[in-house]
């Protein structure tokens, strides 16, 4: 069974930067369809990047500009580097990857689903 494991959260002021990691067990983010959820308190999962098997990536309207989705080329891992964050951004990050189903909003249905990493944001 395959299984993920983010990392990189943790606490930091308005303004700051983090790097977020997924590591799959299996050598697989290279090949599936993945990107990044986070979950705020209160609200639904928001899809907030994906990155495709061809290597095209998208965002959402919230992070364009801030947020930069990208596969790791020799290790199994999947990152979100996040700059100028803002604490709207606060919130639960989960990884997800699927070899059939294109990562998009409002579906939450995928082969794979990382546990989590939280990110706090805060003055």
């Known amino acids: 069974q395959v299984e993920f494991v983010e990392s990189g959260g943790g606490l930091i002021q308005p303004g700051g930067s983090l790097r977020l990691s997924c590591s799959a067990s299996?050598?697989?983010?290279?090949?599936?369809?993945t990107g990044w959820y986070r979950k705020a308190p209160g609200k639904e999962r928001e899809l907030v990047a994906y990155i495709t098997t061809s290597g095209s990536v998208d965002y959402a309207d919230s992070v364009k500009g801030r947020f930069v989705i990208s596969r790791g080329e020799i290790r199994n891992k999947l990152y979100l580097h996040m700059n100028n964050l803002k604490p709207e951004d606060t919130g639960v990050y989960y990884c997800?990857?699927?070899?059939?189903?294109?990562?998009?909003?409002?579906?939450?249905?995928?082969?794979?689903w990382g546990q989590g990493t939280r990110v706090t944001v805060s003055s």
């Open positions: 997800v990857a699927d070899a059939v189903r294109p990562i998009v909003s409002g579906e939450y249905d995928y082969e794979f």
């Open positions: 299996e050598n697989i983010l290279r090949t599936y369809a």
